[in-house]
């Protein structure tokens, strides 16, 4: 499998580039999610990004995400080597959060402001942050409510000690693109409505995590800035870490 990496990561960069190219924009990064990946399997994926890089100089490097403090904090030691910037990418308990941030250059899934105060208080020289947001309103995906998201961005733009950069969701789980897409597109209003309140610490709030990868095109049109990918690059996850 760990063969098969490299081509899976310049397919999944391919793709991104022709939806972009379609969409009219570029500068979207790539983020490979490693939840449940082995960490050797994770660095022959960050040894083949940078032969890519050398290769072709115009590509950035991919960004690394984890949904769970404790692979973040097993892996993250063995790859300081690498250099990669670890996003956290999963519901973060409070009690996780110093762990967390010995590794996470950004914490995408801040969904209340408890949360934002805590990172705040224990980020130091300053954190990335985003605000997930729930855009489909299914239970099972975490995430403040829509109608609820721009006073909490302007709430956490507010705080010393965390950048607020933008806005995380995970798509609708849907066959019909429509619904993905108005979900997306729902996420980049409430990133311009924060972006142009004028509210202190929202102005560079312009990103957009979203999309994965069996919908990283339909992201892209409708704005994303970042796309999360597994499976595209990694294959399955290991069947007994489900």
Known sequence: MEDDLPARLAAVRERVAR???AAGRDGVRLLLASKAQPLETVRAVLEADAA???ADPSLTPVLLGENRVQE???KAP????HSPAWHFIGPLQSNKVNAALRWATCVETVASLDLAQRLAARAG???DVMVQVNVSGEPTKSG???HEAAALARAVGALAGVRLVGFMTVGARSDDERVVAAGYDRLAAIRDEVVGSGAPGTAKAVEL???MSGDLEVAVAHGATIVRVGTAVFGSRPATTS
Do not use: N
């Open 19 to 21: 939806a972009c190219a």
């Open 52 to 54: 890519a890089r050398a």
């Open 72 to 74: 973040l904090v097993a």
């Open 78 to 81: 063995a790859l300081v080597g």
């Open 125 to 127: 020289d300053g954190l």
């Open 144 to 146: 403040v409510a829509p």
């Open 209 to 211: 995590s979203m999309g």
